[in-house]
């Protein structure tokens, strides 16, 4: 049976108790040792839900943003501000947002971002949206809640041919599907699934889909 007692009546209960104790009296040791270890865990679990209960909910709302930052900051360490198309590890991100893999891919499962690309990897793949993919990229600022995450299928067919493949040393120039890049001539130093890791002629290094790339024979 559960009372309700109110807090000066309770302090005074084991002030009575501390008291008695002091006594040596063996009752008032235990009910006291009781209640103060009753007090620690009930301070513990009203503390506790109120911050995990609202962290979903904030993660949720956030992740899109969150998961923008993540990639930028990692891919920013490795290319510097060449890191558009620079692909990162699942488990990187996840780190980086302090979160679990298995709760960053529930999340981005059930986020819309435009310009973010999945990408399969060679080891351990995780489903997303029954794809399956071990890192991801983004190939322009993101889009909140405008595009579905593009399949490795739909930037395929961007390029017109669903064939298009480049190897380490291939010479190609970056094509009207990457602005920022058009016309730009270089060497293919790196093949990462659909994109390509190119040294342009300028001497920048960029991170390139296939869809942006034509072959110079």
């Known amino acids: ?9 309770f302090e005074q209960i084991l002030e009575y108790l501390r008291e008695r104790t ?12 009781t209640l103060e270890t009753l007090t620690s865990s009930n301070d513990s679990s009203n503390s506790t839900p109120q911050s995990s209960s609202n962290r979903p909910d904030d993660l949720a709302s956030q992740f899109g943003q969150k998961l923008f930052e993540a990639w930028k900051e990692l891919a920013d360490l490795q290319v510097g501000e060449n890191y558009w198309s620079y692909p990162v590890m699942f488990e990187d991100l996840a780190e980086t947002m302090e979160i679990s893999v298995d709760v960053f891919v529930q999340h981005l499962a059930n986020t819309q971002i435009g310009s973010l690309q999945l990408i399969q990897g060679r080891g351990y793949n ?4 029954g794809q399956q993919a071990a890192s991801l990229t983004f190939h ?20 017109g041919s669903k064939s298009k493949t480049f190897k380490v040393g291939d010479r190609v120039c970056v094509n009207a599907n990457r602005q920022q890049y058009a016309n730009h001539k270089g060497i293919v130093e790196q093949v990462i699934s659909v994109s390509c890791r190119v040294k342009l002629d300028n001497g920048w290094t960029a991170f390139l889909p296939n869809h942006c790339l034509d072959h110079i024979k």
């Open 1 to 9: 049976m559960a009372v309700n007692v109110s807090e000066s009546l």
């Open 22 to 33: 002091k006594a040596s009296d063996p009752t008032a040791q235990n009910l006291l040792r």
């Open 126 to 129: 995780y489903q997303v949206n």
């Open 140 to 159: 322009s600022a993101p889009t909140l809640k405008k595009a579905a995450i593009p399949k490795v299928s739909d930037s395929k067919q961007e390029s």
